[in-house]
C-alpha cells in the first residue's frame, strides 16, 4: 500500500478492522468490509483500475477463505467493470508441467500434509481467477516477511517449460518480489 501511494495512485484499502490500515493519506480510502462474506467489495472496488488481493489465511480462518473472497472480488470486478486483478497465494500452487525443483517436490509434499485445506483453498482460487473474464496474474510467493522493502528482485526461468500446456496468448512468466530471498511466480493472463 505505502509502495502504491509513494508512487502517487489513488488507493481503497479494504479491511474488516479499519484500524489495521496504519497508513494516512489524502489518496488512501479505507471501506470497511468482509471479503469472505462478500460485505461491501462492491463499494472497495468500484471506480478502481486494477484489484490487488493479498489475503492469507490464518489459524482461525474458513478453509475456503481466498476461494470465497476470490468469487466475491471477481464478482464485484465484473458488476463494476474491472478488468486487472493480481492475486497472492503461495508458491505451493503449481502449473501443469511446471518444472520443479527436488527441493520444491520436498516442500510440496510437505504442504500437501500439513496445509492440506490452505493449499487445496489456494489451488480452487487459482482455477477460479484463471476462467474468469479477468485479465489476471497469480503471484505465487514462498514466503514473504514484514522486512523493509529493498528493491532487490531474484527471479527464476522467463517460462514455463512445457509450453503446450499454456493456453494460447497466455504465459506464465516466472517473476520474484520485492522481500529478500523470496522469489515469487506470477502466472499471467493476457486477453
Same mark, same amino acid.
Not at 514484514?146 to 512468466?173: C, K, L, V
Given at each position: 500500500?505505502?509502495?502504491?501511494?509513494?508512487?502517487?495512485?489513488?488507493?481503497? *484499502?479494504?479491511?474488516?478492522?479499519?484500524?489495521?490500515?496504519?497508513?494516512?493519506?489524502?489518496?488512501?480510502?479505507?471501506?470497511?468490509?468482509?471479503?469472505?462474506?462478500?460485505?461491501?467489495? !462492491?463499494?472497495?472496488?468500484?471506480?478502481?483500475?486494477?484489484?490487488?488481493?493479498v489475503l492469507g489465511q490464518g489459524k482461525e480462518s474458513p478453509d475456503d477463505l481466498l476461494t470465497a473472497a476470490g468469487d466475491h472480488i471477481?464478482?464485484?470486478?465484473?458488476?463494476?467493470?474491472?478488468?486487472?486483478?493480481?492475486?497472492?497465494?503461495?508458491? *505451493?500452487?503449481?502449473?501443469?508441467?511446471?518444472?520443479?525443483?527436488?527441493?520444491?517436490?520436498?516442500?510440496?509434499?510437505?504442504l500437501k500434509l500439513v496445509a492440506t485445506e490452505v493449499l487445496a483453498d489456494a489451488e480452487s482460487h487459482v482455477d477460479h481467477v484463471k476462467?474468469?473474464?479477468?485479465?489476471?496474474?497469480?503471484?505465487?510467493?514462498?514466503?514473504?516477511?514484514? *522486512?523493509?522493502?529493498?528493491?532487490?528482485?531474484?527471479? !527464476?526461468?522467463?517460462?514455463?517449460?512445457?509450453?503446450?500446456?499454456?493456453?494460447?496468448?497466455?504465459?506464465?512468466?516466472?517473476?520474484?518480489?520485492?522481500?529478500? $530471498?523470496?522469489?515469487?511466480?506470477?502466472?499471467?493472463?493476457? $486477453?
Amino acid at each position: 500500500m505505502a509502495q502504491a501511494l509513494d508512487r502517487g495512485h489513488e488507493v481503497t *484499502g479494504f479491511a474488516r478492522d479499519p484500524a489495521d490500515i496504519t497508513h494516512e493519506d489524502d489518496r488512501l480510502t479505507v471501506v470497511t468490509g468482509d471479503a469472505y462474506g462478500g460485505t461491501n467489495v !462492491g463499494e472497495a472496488v468500484a471506480g478502481a483500475d486494477a484489484v490487488v488481493s493479498v489475503l492469507g489465511q490464518g489459524k482461525e480462518s474458513p478453509d475456503d477463505l481466498l476461494t470465497a473472497a476470490g468469487d466475491h472480488i471477481l464478482e464485484a470486478m465484473a458488476d463494476a467493470g474491472v478488468e486487472r486483478f493480481i492475486t497472492l497465494v503461495g508458491d *505451493g500452487v503449481r502449473e501443469p508441467g511446471e518444472s520443479v525443483s527436488f527441493g520444491g517436490r520436498v516442500m510440496g509434499g510437505l504442504l500437501k500434509l500439513v496445509a492440506t485445506e490452505v493449499l487445496a483453498d489456494a489451488e480452487s482460487h487459482v482455477d477460479h481467477v484463471k476462467a474468469s473474464d479477468t485479465d489476471w496474474t497469480v503471484v505465487r510467493a514462498p514466503r514473504l516477511t514484514d *522486512g523493509a522493502y529493498t528493491g532487490n528482485i531474484d527471479h !527464476g526461468p522467463t517460462s514455463n517449460s512445457d509450453s503446450e500446456t499454456q493456453p494460447p496468448g497466455r504465459t506464465w512468466p516466472r517473476l520474484c518480489s520485492t522481500a529478500p $530471498r523470496a522469489t515469487t511466480t506470477c502466472t499471467n493472463s493476457r $486477453r
